[in-house]
């Protein structure tokens, strides 16, 4: 069965620091990953997401993820946070096989201190 | 601003009453989607619709009607809900085609029932 999992309930962090936020997928067959961020009050806002190519993909806010198939991970990092990176970051797969569903983590609750 | 619209932002209602949610894109996309996401969790699917057709039901109750009016629209028909449906309720929209086409969030309708 494919699940996702972000180890990472809470990650806080001094503004200006960098930081990391886990993710690892488990699949039978070969999937796309995506980082949404949620502020707030607000919706899913779609961050990054990796299909194919270059293993590294970047955002246009600083962010950047890599893909390891080895590992099996999708790890989101940012070199240095500011107040407002602070909002629940979900990592999310879906199948090349083209049923249209994510299989979404848990969520990381990243909160950025002053 | 997001690229999906959803009405009303906030709706309270009772155990008895009927009210709709309502969800609109003009991007094109013709699949569509239903989340409801509880407090501290990732979205969870409820419905599917793909070229106006709902093609994916999550073993939703009864009591939650999905309609897709158009290729634009999409509602969410409540009746009779009980307690534990409040959340927040997502609409989301994508192109047709495999898992690789990232799905577009609404910044949600916040459901309390009474």
């Known amino acids: 069965a494919q699940s996702v999992t972000q180890l990472d309930s809470q990650v806080p962090v001094f503004e200006e620091a960098p930081v990391e936020l886990r993710c690892n997928y488990s699949s039978s067959v070969s999937v796309y990953l995506f980082w949404y961020v949620q502020y707030p009050n607000q919706g899913l806002q779609l961050l990054l997401k990796y299909l194919s190519g270059s293993t590294l993909v970047e955002s246009i806010n600083g962010f950047e993820a890599e893909f390891n198939k080895s590992q099996t991970s999708f790890h989101l990092r940012k070199p240095s946070v500011h107040i407002s990176d602070t909002a629940e970051y979900f990592c999310?797969?879906?199948?090349?096989?083209?049923?249209?569903?994510?299989?979404f983590g848990t969520g990381t609750r990243l909160k950025v201190l002053a | 601003d997001t690229e999906v619209t959803q009405t009303p932002k906030h709706l309270v209602m009772g155990m008895t009453n009927k009210k709709s949610l309502k969800c609109e894109q003009h991007?094109?996309?013709?699949?569509m989607y239903w989340y409801k996401q509880k407090a501290k969790k990732p979205p969870e699917l409820m419905f599917v619709?793909?070229?106006?057709?709902?093609?994916i039901n999550e073993s939703v109750p009864s009591r939650f009607s999905p309609e897709c009016p158009n290729s634009s629209l999409l509602n969410l028909h409540l009746h009779a809900l009980q307690p534990e449906d409040s959340a927040l309720y997502l609409c989301a929209s994508s192109h047709i085609g495999t898992g690789h086409q990232p799905q577009h969030f609404g910044d949600g309708t916040r459901l309390s029932i009474l």
């Open positions: 619709y793909s070229y106006e057709k709902l093609s």
């Open positions: 999310a797969v879906s199948f090349t096989s083209g049923t249209y569903k994510y299989i």
């Open positions: 991007m094109g996309h013709r699949a």
